[in-house]
């Protein structure tokens, strides 16, 4: 007899996570969980209701730091307990996380992504000359703020490795 699952099946269970160091040296280990596409999508929300209550000041990079700080908010567990959140309130990790350490739970979040999908092609050659062709004439509005924090984390990795 086959095993019926229903969609609900799949948060039950425990979420792909990480632990991660954030702080230096005196901080704190985190546990960093995958999120479901329903919060991935408030995430996105927030973040644009965020930019317009900001009008004009609202750039690319401020958007980008915005919602890595949702994402960090909503992602990071307490180390023992993953079904506890660290932090609910965005204005305590906006006060108490520096850039690197928002940075760090970023890129663990995206590995985990990466790590969740790992029969991944990767890029072609005729893919990658495809994307620079829609990359130059999609002006920054026309991407997603998910496809701007993957850009811009590309982009921060190959600098940082010239």
């Known amino acids: 007899m086959a095993n019926k699952k229903s969609l609900a099946d799949l948060r039950n269970g425990t979420p792909p996570h990480k632990r991660v160091h954030i702080g230096g040296d005196d901080g704190i280990d985190v546990m960093v969980v995958l999120l479901g596409a329903d919060v991935c999508l408030e995430l996105e929300e927030k973040t ?31 180390a023992d307990d993953i079904s506890k959140p660290v932090s609910t309130d965005i204005e305590e990790i906006l006060r ?23 029969k991944l092609e990767l890029l072609t050659e005729e893919q990658l ?28 990795s190959i600098v940082s490795e010239q």
Request: glycine residues 2%; charged residues 25%; negative net charge.
């Open 48 to 78: 644009n209701e965020y930019c317009l209550s900001k009008e004009s000041r609202a750039n690319e990079v401020i958007k980008n730091q915005f919602y890595n700080a949702l994402l960090c908010k909503e992602c990071m567990r307490d």
């Open 129 to 156: 000359d495809e994307l620079k062709k829609t990359l130059e004439v999609t002006p920054l509005s026309g991407l997603s703020t998910v496809s701007l924090v993957h850009l811009a984390n590309f982009h921060q």
């Open 96 to 118: 108490c996380m520096d850039l690197q350490d928002i940075s760090l739970v970023v890129d663990a979040y995206n590995e985990l992504m990466m790590n969740k999908a790992p």
